[in-house]
């Protein structure tokens, strides 16, 4: 028993299914973010700026390239014999064995996990948040408070209120009740879905709710519960950036934010570092006739065209009198000579041939998934080819190597159409 004071839970099996082709072979956790990071960095290295050294990742849907990330838990200083990191998917238990169905079931499902850490108090993360946030001032918090539960919030415009879980609160911020996505909220004080708990009370809490909901939920089952039973709940104000990256549209804006001149988010910041696992790469190249601004490229991108606006991820090659702009280009992608890039979403490992022309026309919502792409902006998955001298619309979707059969007549892909090529695992 390894008798620790906190230990964080980091909650990363969810898919992000309004990311669409972005997680089709990966977790929302493990989708790139700001070129060199992936999504789940974020909330791992604000465990390690905290002083947090233990730390379970829960993982469930397509974990692979989640967990080859995360590995023993090196590049957070999370490789520790007493403590650090460990992946914690379902598994079987006596006869049986089933999916996690909610957040607080998930937890409940790893109980003898946490027992063996012994902590005094638990803290449970989001995997797909963008933030910094130093969880030992939460903690503090919670203990002055004398609390069996802190929930932290973010104030938001009250006309955005109805899209989140709203915490009520009294003068003193002690939560009197909780409104999941109210159409006439009372207060714009919107859960962030983090909380710190004490682990004897939560564990007769899951304990008792996993016999009435088999899906237990800490928004919808644990926190109701302990409200109901007038337990001392706490919000926490948190005042920094926050940022839920859960659809194409947020995705894009939280990643062209990173290239103003001062962004809001800091990825520079020497006291309060983001740490991802790299490894030694080649420097930056840029061609005699490039031209790069306002831009983030990452190491190993060798560039002969010109980027503006957009963010590059490790070793993207631009060919010479392609045009980018707008857009985000994943690691390992090569884009061929004269193409026009613009307000583009391009996953890992991608192949574009010359003269494509991609993000024209008019801003028609995807056929297949509107509810998803209706933004203006076009979508290419993983390992995906696109042959040379092809023209793609606005909210069109890519998964496969495509080649010019795919396309009609006109070597085109009008806005608002998809590509899916089955075979190779596209939803």
């Known amino acids: 028993m390894l008798k620790k004071e906190i230990l964080a839970m980091l909650l990363a099996g969810g898919q992000g299914s309004r990311l669409g082709v972005l997680t089709a072979t990966k977790a929302k956790p493990a989708v790139p973010f700001g070129g060199k990071y992936r999504i789940i960095d974020f909330a791992l290295s604000n465990c390690v700026n ?35 990191v460990t992946v914690l998917s379902p598994h079987v238990k006596g006869d049986s064995g089933e999916w996690y169905m909610g957040t607080a079931n998930a937890i409940f499902h790893n109980i003898d996990y946490i027992d063996n850490v012994d902590p005094e108090y638990i803290v449970i993360l989001s995997g797909d948040h963008i933030y910094k946030m130093d969880y030992s001032k939460m903690l503090a918090f919670h203990k002055d408070k004398k609390a069996d539960a802190t929930i932290a919030v973010l104030e938001v415009p009250l006309i955005e209120a109805p899209r989140f879980g709203i915490m009520n609160c ?32 939560l564990r007769e809490m899951l304990i008792k709710d996993r016999g009435v909901h088999p899906d237990s939920d800490f928004g919808k089952h644990i926190i109701p519960m302990m409200i109901a039973k007038s337990r001392p709940l706490y919000a926490y104000r948190f005042s920094g950036y926050w940022k839920d990256v859960g659809t194409i549209e947020s995705y894009w804006s939280a990643n062209m934010e990173l290239v103003r001149a001062v962004p809001e988010f800091n990825l520079y910041e020497d006291f309060w570092q983001i740490y991802t696992d790299s490894f030694n790469q080649p420097p930056i190249y840029t061609g005699p006739n490039a031209d790069t601004r306002t831009s983030l490229l990452s190491e190993g991108c060798e560039v002969y065209g010109t980027v503006i606006n957009s963010v590059l991820g490790t070793d993207v090659y631009v060919g010479e009198g392609t045009i980018i702009k707008d857009s985000i280009i994943m690691s390992n992608t090569s884009i061929g000579q004269n193409c026009d890039i613009y307000r583009c979403v391009i996953d890992e490992h991608v192949k574009i041939g010359d003269g494509v022309k991609m993000g024209t026309g008019e801003n028609v919502p995807n056929e297949d998934k509107p509810h998803v792409y209706d933004c203006g902006i076009t979508a290419v998955g993983v390992y995906s080819e696109i042959p040379q001298n092809v023209n793609i619309g606005k909210n069109c979707v890519i998964y496969g190597r495509t080649s010019c059969e795919h396309y009609n007549d006109d070597n085109c892909l009008p806005s608002g159409k998809s590509i899916y090529l089955e075979s190779e695992g596209a939803v």
């Open 170 to 201: 009294d003068e003193e911020d002690r939560i009197y009740e909780f409104e999941e996505k109210p159409q006439e909220p009372k207060s714009n004080l919107a859960s962030m879905g983090i909380y710190i708990f004490n682990w004897d009370i």
């Open 50 to 84: 905290s002083g947090i050294d233990t730390v379970g990742v829960l993982t469930q849907y397509q974990p692979l390239l989640l967990n080859q990330h995360i590995g023993i838990g090196i590049p957070w200083d999370l490789d520790r014999r007493n403590g650090g």
